[in-house]
């Protein structure tokens, strides 16, 4: 690719008369781009991290980082900043990247008032790759010397940049990096404030269950002053509520975060999560009025992130099946007319409304094949596994011979041992 570069600028230079003045200056110097490039693919930063690259990843990640607060007191504003600038980068806006790079750059060097140290080494990472995608290598090679002044010569990776790494690919994949983050994430004084409250709680119950109530509501306080962001604490703390205290209560708690802030997406979005939650939870009909408020709030969250909302429009249709079944045979049937989804989104989808004809539509056979329709894709992921689960529970079953033989057949092209069907 360099050298065929460097052919077709000679051959212009000659064609336009000037074969008699080309300078060595003039021609792609092929030795130290390419250690340029060994260099930056050795970088521990966003470009390198090999980060889910989808268009509708990239968009729902730039959209809850919007809604993220830039107070100081938030310590992942740097990392923030610095996906940020990734996220605009990869979707064509190089300036803007640069932008949000260097407000990383003031954010770390701010908090941690000093110019140097190592959680700058991802940033400066950042901003030798997007000046060199930029063009500006001697600015990109700037970049790596004061990453290289940084790393000192350490092999390993500094816990600062593990860190921020586990956090990043986490954003990027939950389930996957759950247990990376935990083991790296850095516990520093107030930045983890409300999780240390949490753990305190988990704690309170133990030794003083009767006082639980009360430490509980003390904490709910605490949160809802906060801004309602992915670092307010409001979704731990309405999962604590519903395990320990009471599912109602963590409804209220859902009910004062939107007076309190009507206009947030987050919180609407938060909201729509535990509304569903709690009217699937119940073994009766559920309460029609609730039922109805999951709705609005659904409908307002996909308004607010009309790109990036299959998954929400799957919980609207869920929903909607507790008392508008047509409504949510409309809605499943337009996201299976889409033809723009991804192999991950279908398989999501797939997974999703094999349970919909399964529990809402008693449909078996179709569910059946709609869960190996999402097995066959071969993206390892939750809904791959539920639908894998549930194709052995039809083995474990038996009721349908030649739709068993067809289970099997499959299970067996994916290493998996059929269970034995019951012989009851």
Known sequence: MIFSQKTKLLTSLQRDGHSQSIRASDIPDTTKITNLENKLKALQCHFTWELDPRKPRLITLQKILEDVGTD??????????????????????PEEALSSFNQATETFQRQRHADEGPWLMVNFGNLAWLHHLKGEDEKSQDYLSKVDALQKKKEELHPEVCAEKAWTLMKFDKENMKRQWEEKLPINGKENLRSYAILRLRSAKERDPENLCQEARELAERVLESPMNNFSGINPLLTLFKKHISADEAVEIVKEALRRNPDSRYTKRSAAKWYTKKIFSERSNPDSTRINRAISLWEEVIAAYPQSSLKEKISLADVYAKKDKDKADQIYKELLDQRDLDPAEKQMLFCRYAKHLYFSNNEKSSSIEFHLEAAKIPEESKYRRNSIRELEKTLERNEDTEMCEKIKEFLTTLNVQPSEPSQE
């Open 72 to 93: 100081e007191g938030n310590f992942w504003l740097g990392p923030i900043y610095n996906l940020q600038g990734f996220l605009q980068n990869q979707l064509g806006s």
